[in-house]
């Protein structure tokens, strides 16, 4: 049980960020769900992404929570594609935003930092076990 549980509080976090992602501003036009936003195509391409991301990680946070408790092969698995699409969606969601701008290091520092947290997460939390 205990090694389940940093996947929950992973998933919370990365609940957490992709609501950030949602709300705050993105550009001149304001939060990307914002209907100043919806006249640009890519930002509506965003807006959907995103949001099926976050969709996604609701489901990963809820089988996440419900495998503490019922430990069936079937829900790791179903929780595992849910995060992984939803990963795959901001990624997408992301290179979208970086299409035509030549900015590439940006995106690919942001996936490193990524992984680098997670592992640095998933560190600490070993130590602490």
């Known amino acids: 049980m205990e090694l389940k549980i940093k996947y929950v509080i992973a998933l919370l976090v990365i609940l957490l960020f992709t609501c950030l992602a949602v709300g705050l501003d993105i550009n001149i036009c304001g939060p990307l769900f914002s209907s100043n936003c919806r006249s640009d195509k890519v930002y509506k391409q965003m807006t959907g ?8 990680f609701i489901i990963g946070v809820l089988l996440s929570t419900v495998s503490l408790r019922k430990r069936k092969r079937w829900i790791s698995i179903c929780e595992f594609i849910a995060v992984a699409l939803g990963a795959i969606m901001l990624l997408a969601a992301l290179c ?23 592992t640095a997460v998933f560190m600490l939390i070993d130590m602490m076990a």
């Open 96 to 118: 979208l935003f970086y299409k035509g701008k030549h900015f590439w290091a940006p995106l690919m520092a942001g996936v490193a930092m990524t992984l680098a947290m997670e």
């Open 49 to 56: 992404l995103i949001a099926t991301a976050l969709a996604l």
